[in-house]
Every structure is written in C-alpha cells, then in structure tokens.
Nanobody, 125 residues
Framework: QVQLVESGGGLVQAGGSLRLSCAAS????????MGWFRQAPGKEREFVAA????????GYADFVKGRFTISRDNAKNTVYLQMNSLKPEDTAVYYC??????????????????WGQGTQVTVSS
C-alpha cells in the first residue's frame, strides 16, 4: 500500500506557474505508475497527466499539452506536476494517484488504486 500527500497548490494569476508535488510513503515508489487528475466545482474528475514507473513514458490531456509537465524522482518518492501558463479554467483541486498493476497508468481514474487528499489550485484572471 502507498500513502500520497500533495502539496504546492495555491493562488496564482493567469499566466503564472506552480509546481505541485506528491510525496509517497509505504511500498516501493518505483513500482507504481502515477497520474495527476483534477476536479473543478460541479464537474467530474478529469485526467491531467500520467507517467510510467520509470518516468520514461508520459501522457497528457489535450488541454494541458505544452503547458504542464509531469515528472518523477524515484529516489525521493515524489511525482511532480509543473504547470506553466496557467489559465482561470485550470482552477480545481488537483489529485495525484498511484496504480500498482501496470507500467503506465493511463487516463482512466477508475484504474488507479490510491489517491491523495488533493491540493487546491486557483488561477485568477
């Protein structure tokens, strides 16, 4: 089992940047494929980005391509989401998730086994 704790959210102006971190504890971090998802008020949770166990494969939702970058440091048991050129529509609670049965987790939230508590990102116009 793994425990996930997100940090790095906050209030930022449109066009600004934030870096989210997700620290994992428990079982060996490198055995988990990781993902970032987000949920805005009144909307369903949606996929943002995913990264494979080794970090060699990544994937992004179309609406963040070119603006967000997912990465991981297995030595530090941490996955990151660098968010640049933020827009007001990026406002949401951001969650990291871990999947233990695949090399790469993909975009379906129901395939991830463990979730963090979320961190709020608010982008003002």
């Amino acid at each position: 089992q793994v425990q996930l704790v997100e940090s790095g959210g906050g209030l930022v102006q449109a066009g600004g940047s934030l870096r989210l971190s997700c620290a994992a504890s428990g079982r060996t971090f490198s055995t988990y494929a990781m993902g970032w998802f987000r949920q805005a008020p009144g909307k369903e949770r949606e996929f943002v980005a995913a990264i494979s166990r080794s970090g060699g494969s990544t994937g992004y939702a179309d609406f963040v391509k070119g603006r967000f970058t997912i990465s991981r440091d297995n030595a530090k048991n941490t996955v990151y989401l660098q968010m640049n050129s933020l827009k007001p529509e990026d406002t949401a609670v951001y969650y990291c998730a871990a999947r233990e049965d695949a090399y790469y987790g993909g975009s379906r939230a129901d395939t991830y086994h463990y979730w963090g508590q979320g961190t709020q990102v608010t982008v003002s116009s």
